[in-house]
């Protein structure tokens, strides 16, 4: 049925700011402006900018219909393969917002901030140990932004290398042009097939080539055809471990030991630390850098697309080329090393330089403390068994029913990974299955990823949900998948019927991008 | 462990699903040389939320709070008053605990909020696009820079002096690593920063001029000149915002000719937490939109006709592009931008101009106080809310010995620029609607007491 409003209950439509607003309203109250003589130099912005207001009544409103549309962990359970949507505790957010940590600035003495050194100081300690690492950088503002930072790390290493073996050192900040491409032979970057989008990107903004390494039938990289890759030429391997098929990668001793003794270093992709976390200490692994997803592995929110951290720790070898700045507790006192000249005689003095303005994600920082505080050593190594116990639940309670490529192989990590074989000869694929699911009340798994397995259902539970959680997820899965199976395709394509809205226009919206919002046309006219 | 539902029976019956003899099995993939049997020692085990409390409690009291007395430090994080609303918005559960939408049957919020975001961005900036957002200003500069020399096919970005050292910092670190070539200066000590010598130097290889305004002294000035000078040869104007409460009383970069603008817009309904999480704006001309890094999202309709939000251009992106994308990012600062627009929409364009009036009639009156006293010269001549001042002497230590005197008084530039011997005597001092007559004359008094 059709209603005046378009609402339907308590599903409320709501229009653009842009379509409520108006420029001389104002949802705050503001003193008087004092009398002074400008000193503006005629620049003032007379033009109109066109940003409406509303009222605070109203701004509420507007903002508490809007997230109604949307799905939260929240509201249940989130199974988005490789971004570990865990449940997100309250204690974070009020410990965040103690003013001693929100109200103060990047560039205040560092006597007056000693307290949130200490804290910088204290959750590297844990990532430190926990990842058996000598360094992390704590800057990162993310989980690519700490790739880019392993990797310019490993980049300036073999750069200072090939300068010492080759030309005289110079001063990295002067104006003579360097090349895009690495210096030396080391040119190209391994990356597994299976990796996240962000890896090659990463590796290509780095000046290198990337050439792919094959995974074998069981989703892991082929040792084989690693090592008969390996040569002067590989600066370094990009390995996902857990992978993103779910999987540990059971050589990888052996893979990192084959990349050091042939000249490379090996960049782990730390996106699923969850799946090991108090289990596995990644540099007994023998990685040379990780970057840790605070925003994965130690619940602080995803906030509908960030603001993530993504700190990197590095082994012995790499620890020297680690960006600036970083905390440094001398006796009783925090300093904030922040240029280079306070390098000389460090263990840092090759420091690749600054990342960011200011010292990284210091709210992201307080939320993982505050979580890792509250589970402790012992309540980390149970989070990864739980989140490792809750996938495999997931895999052998469908696949009986659901294809499982790697099923055969073994247990999986923290996630079980589904293709859309199962539906083949149906007309229906893993996106029509993706789409039921949103009527079934659940946010979709990750759908078409990773890459190596076709019309891939990558399921990661997370160590938050129940058993009772899981057993209406998988009923859930099962059913869509046993009436796919029978009933005509059509009903499907549809889906979903439910949701806020059903399924939205992608080609017309990039064909035609409409990215701002512009007054109607008659509007325009009328002016 | 309060985050965790499942009892040991749960734990034995799921076992018993999977056929496995215990936990340890699931993790027989691990090699034995690397098997942690027990939780690692020397850290400390699980606490309850009131231990916790205490714990995080006792350090955040060993910092000297912002809001606790007298404080007017800028340079790239200023304080600003948010509206409790703000908070409460951006704290509801489907805001705070969503991903990034890429089912955007079920994330109309979120889209919904950062289209609203993109156009107050663009309208704010004077341009014609902008995008869902990236980490801070400092890295959507290097983004932009290197946008420009993908639109350009040149090298060569030259750096005016009055940008902020860690956003050059930044660049010169990128771009040790790329074909990128930079040109940077450290600035003198006057008003006048080097826009006439840009103007003057930009030519057929360059890409694209980087300036920032108000600069890092707080000067503000007309970019239109060197926006000419720019397209004369074919060379974008960049420009840089690191005060975005600015655009409500001067004029906007796109107005005065940028290509791209770039901006830290943490002033608009952001606290300062110590440097992060930020959020970095982006904006440019719809022409170069299939160059920009970053997420976009995009007005569509839905199979039933009604206009909804989507992810788009995501061609341009790392997981579709791989190692051909624009850019590697991918989280970017999204409940920064609900806070901003939340904020903004609370302030509507009448609310903003009013804020920018205020904060830049209080600078006024603190520089002319501060400017009184003997030996201190106010080097900024046109500025919005933040000015540089020459103090007779040294000003790291002096910024010190204030902050003794529970007066936070402003960023030295010895800090900023360590071992430029010409700066060292450089204090600027910002000064926001939330400094009080009371704080004014607190600093006034104190810098007075200080420097006799």
């Known amino acids: 049925m059709t209603t005046y409003t378009g609402n339907r209950a308590l599903l409320l439509e709501e ?297 990197v720790v590095f082994s012995a070898a790499l620890a020297p080329f680690a960006p600036l700045p970083f905390v440094r507790k001398v006796r009783d006192t925090y300093e904030l090393v922040e240029e280079a000249q306070a390098l000389a005689s460090t263990d840092h003095d090759h420091s690749f330089g600054r990342m960011v303005a200011f010292h990284g994600q210091m709210g992201m920082f307080v939320r993982a403390l505050s979580y890792i505080l509250s589970h402790g050593a012992d309540g980390l190594r149970q989070v990864a068994e739980d989140a490792v116990l809750n996938a495999n639940y997931i895999l052998r309670s469908l696949d009986d029913i659901y294809t499982a490529p790697f099923a055969a192989s073994g247990p999986c990590m923290h996630e079980a990974l589904f293709s859309d074989d199962f539906l083949e000869g149906t007309g229906l694929t893993t996106l029509d299955l993706a789409k039921a699911m949103i009527d079934e009340g659940f946010h979709p798994m990750t759908m078409y990823f990773p890459l190596v397995v076709h019309g891939a259902m990558l399921v990661e539970p997370t160590e938050t949900e129940s058993k009772a959680n899981l057993d209406q997820l998988i009923g859930a899965m099962r059913s869509i998948a046993e009436r796919m199976l029978v009933e005509p395709a059509a009903t499907f394509k549809e889906s979903p019927y439910l949701a806020p809205r059903r399924r939205l226009d992608e080609t017309a919206a990039a064909r035609r991008p409409v990215l701002t919002w512009r007054e109607p046309e008659g509007l325009m006219a009328a002016e | 462990m309060r985050y965790l539902p499942h009892t040991d029976a749960d734990r034995r019956d799921m076992l018993r699903v999977i056929d496995a003899p215990d936990i340890d099995a699931l993790f027989a993939d691990v090699p034995e040389a690397a098997r942690l049997d027990a939780p690692i020692a020397g850290l400390s085990h699980h606490m309850p939320e009131m231990q916790v409390e205490r714990h995080l409690g006792a350090m955040a009291a060993r910092n000297m709070t912002a809001s606790a007395g007298p ?123 080097d826009l006439a010598e840009l103007a003057a130097a930009v030519d057929g290889d360059t890409s694209c001029v980087v300036v920032q305004n108000p600069n890092i002294f707080g000067q ?117 931008a609900l806070a901003f627009t939340v904020h903004m929409s609370l302030l509507g364009e009448s609310g903003l101009r009013k804020l920018a009036a205020i904060n830049h009639a209080r600078a006024v009156q603190m520089a002319d106080r501060l400017g009184r006293i003997p030996g201190v010269e106010v080097v900024t001549t046109n500025f919005f809310n933040e000015f540089t001042l020459r103090l007779p002497v040294e000003a790291r230590p002096i910024v010190r010995q204030l902050a003794d005197k529970g007066v936070l008084a402003g960023v030295s530039l010895g800090r900023l620029f360590p071992g430029v011997h010409d700066l060292e005597r450089g204090l600027v001092v910002a000064v926001t609607e939330t400094a009080t007559d009371a704080d004014m004359d607190a600093f006034e008094d104190a810098l007075d007491e200080v420097l006799a």
């Open chain 1, 15 to 311: 229009p653009l700011v842009f379509e409520k607003g108006a420029t001389d309203r104002c949802g705050v109250d503001l003193p008087d402006i004092p009398a002074v003589s400008t000193r503006l130099g005629g620049l003032e912005r007379h033009r109109e900018i066109g940003l409406p207001g509303l009222a605070e009544p109203d701004v509420v409103r507007h903002f508490t219909r809007l997230s109604r549309q949307n799905y939260a962990i929240d509201m249940g359970i989130f199974p988005l393969g490789s971004c570990t949507m865990k449940h997100n505790p309250r204690l974070n957010e009020k410990m965040a917002r103690l003013p001693g940590f929100a109200d103060i600035h990047p560039l205040q003495p560092v006597a007056t901030v000693q307290g949130a050194l200490k804290l910088i100081d204290e959750l590297a300690t844990w990532l430190k140990k926990l990842t058996n690492m000598p360094e992390v950088a704590m800057s990162p503002k993310a989980g690519a932004h700490g790739e880019l930072c392993g990797m310019l790390a490993i980049r300036a290493a073999h750069d200072a290398a090939h300068d010492a073996a080759h030309e005289p050192p110079h001063d990295v900040h002067a104006t003579a042009p360097l090349t895009a491409q690495a210096r030396g032979a080391r040119r190209i970057v391994l990356v597994p097939e299976s990796a996240h989008g962000t890896n090659p990107a990463t590796a290509a903004f780095c000046g290198y080539a990337v050439e792919n390494i094959p995974a074998d039938a069981r989703g892991r990289v082929d040792l084989a055809a690693l090592i008969a890759r390996l040569g002067p030429d590989i600066a370094a391997v990009m390995i996902t471990n857990p992978n993103t098929c779910g999987l540990f990668e059971p050589d990888m001793i052996a893979i990192c030991d084959a990349v050091h003794a042939a000249g490379a270093y090996v960049y782990c992709d730390g996106a699923n630390f969850n799946a090991i976390v108090g289990r596995v200490r990644p540099g007994d692994l023998g990685i040379d850098a990780m970057h840790i997803n605070l925003h994965k592995t130690f619940s602080t929110p995803h906030g509908g697309g960030g603001p993530g951290s993504g700190p």
């Open chain 2, 220 to 336: 503000i000035a007309d970019l239109a000149p060197l926006a000419a000078a720019c397209h004369a040869v074919g060379a974008l104007l960049i420009v840089v915002v690191t005060e975005v409460i600015s655009l409500g009383l001067i004029k906007s970069p796109g107005e005065m000719g940028a290509d791209i603008v770039v901006a830290e817009g943490q002033s608009i309904g952001n606290g300062l937490n110590f440097g992060g999480p930020y959020l970095g704006l982006f904006a440019c001309r719809d022409k170069h939109v299939r160059m920009m890094p970053g997420r976009l999202c995009g007005e569509t309709v839905d199979a039933d006709g009604r206009r909804g939000f989507v992810l788009t251009l995501s061609t341009r992106e790392q997981h579709i592009r791989r190692e051909k994308a624009t850019s590697n990012i991918c989280t970017n600062s999204g409940l920064c």
């Open chain 2, 71 to 193: 404080f007017f430090l800028g340079c790239g994080a200023y304080k600003h008053h948010v509206p409790a609303s703000v908070d409460h918005i951006i704290q509801r559960g489907e805001f705070l605990t969503s991903y990034t939408p890429y089912q955007p049957e079920i994330a109309q919020g979120t889209l919904q909020v950062l289209f609203e975001f993109q156009t107050q961005v663009a309208r704010l900036l004077g341009m014609e696009v902008a995008n869902a957002s990236m980490y801070d200003g400092s890295t959507a500069m290097t983004e932009a820079v290197f946008m420009a020399r993908r639109v350009t096919r040149r090298k060569v970005a030259r750096v005016s002096s009055g940008v902020h050292p860690h956003y050059v910092g930044v660049l010169k670190t990128l771009t040790r690593f790329t074909d990128d070539e930079l040109v940077t200066r450290t600035p003198d000590f006057t008003a006048n920063d």
